[in-house]
């Protein structure tokens, strides 16, 4: 089973223009192996969100299906939390600032 970090620097390199040949099919396979599987994706205005890993193209954008999005609320609330979902969602590579795969497994 392939850990968190192997994940993020699986993703974050088949999504880069400078992976040699040979390394970029390693890292493609590599996330290949991802594909379906849970993955929670953290963004830089704090919110985060979970959902089933779809695709991932050349420039490292990440969709995620099913995705249930998660924000912290400002206003006194039982739940520090309010989440919503958002179904299919293309979250771009400038914008992620952590992620996690594999959550459920």
Known sequence: METSQQAESSIN???SS???????SNYVA??????FRPMLVGIKD??????TFYCMDKQGNIILQDAVEYRSTRRSS???MEHR??????IPF????????????
Not at 18 to 24: I, K, T, Y
Not at 46 to 51: A, E, L
Request: hydrophobic share 35%; glycine share 16%; net charge positive.
């Open 13 to 15: 390199h088949a999504g």
């Open 18 to 24: 400078d992976a040699s040949e040979s390394n970029g």
């Open 85 to 90: 979902g958002v179904g299919l969602i293309l």
């Open 94 to 105: 400038s914008c992620r600032t952590f992620l996690s795969c594999g959550l459920l497994h």
């Open 30 to 35: 590599r996330v290949k192996k991802l594909l």
């Open 46 to 51: 704090g919110r985060f969100f979970i959902g």
């Open 78 to 80: 039982p739940s520090p």
